[in-house]
């Protein structure tokens, strides 16, 4: 129980000023989880309310401080979905422009150029694995959070002009 209410309190990690923990936890590769068990379906129950309580549409365990490669996706007319140690068997070659934001750099949205479909293999918090096919909306949420596993922002994919200038507005705000 007490286990339950610490995972409520998740808080997001945002991007900010130097000695910001986010900073630090936001670039690192998250680890293999060995074992998905009662605990991991906590979390990954968690996730999706501190989700929701954020009004995004994916969030993925750096984002939190979990540093496993977990991550849950909510898109509009979709069910909720949790990934577990995914990996992306495939990108399409056409790509789209789309204008993203992160809850972890908030405030800022722009167009970022991802693939446009993508086949994703992954477990779910019963453990139980699955390949999807996604295109759309549901293609990019899953790709961005993808990236935070790998320690990877959206701003990570602009040019360093557009980036350095997301990084400054950042830093000024904080
Ligand atoms: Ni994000």
Not at 75 to 102: A, H, Q, W
Request: aromatic fraction near 6%; charge should be positive.
């Amino acid at each position: 129980m007490e286990r339950v209410q610490k995972i409520e309190k998740m808080k997001i990690l945002t991007l900010g000023n130097e000695g910001n923990e986010g900073n630090v936890l936001l670039r690192q590769k998250a680890k293999p989880i060995t074992k998905i068990n009662a605990e991991i379906a906590e979390i990954a129950a968690a996730l999706l309310d501190t989700l929701y309580c954020g009004k995004g549409v994916g969030l993925a365990g750096p984002q939190v401080g979990f540093m496993k490669r977990i991550f849950v996706v909510h898109v509009d007319k979709d069910m909720p979905r949790v990934f577990i140690n995914p990996s992306v068997l495939e990108t399409s070659e056409e790509t789209v422009k789309y204008e993203e934001g992160c809850l972890s750099i908030p405030g800022v949205w722009v167009d970022v150029i991802r693939p446009k479909t993508l086949r994703i293999k992954a477990w779910n918090e019963k453990g139980k694995p699955f390949i999807l096919d996604a295109d759309g909306i549901l293609a990019r949420v899953i790709l961005h959070e993808y990236d935070h596993l790998e320690g990877m922002l959206f701003i990570d994919r602009l040019s360093e002009v557009k980036r350095n200038r997301i990084l400054a507005k950042i830093k000024k705000r904080v």
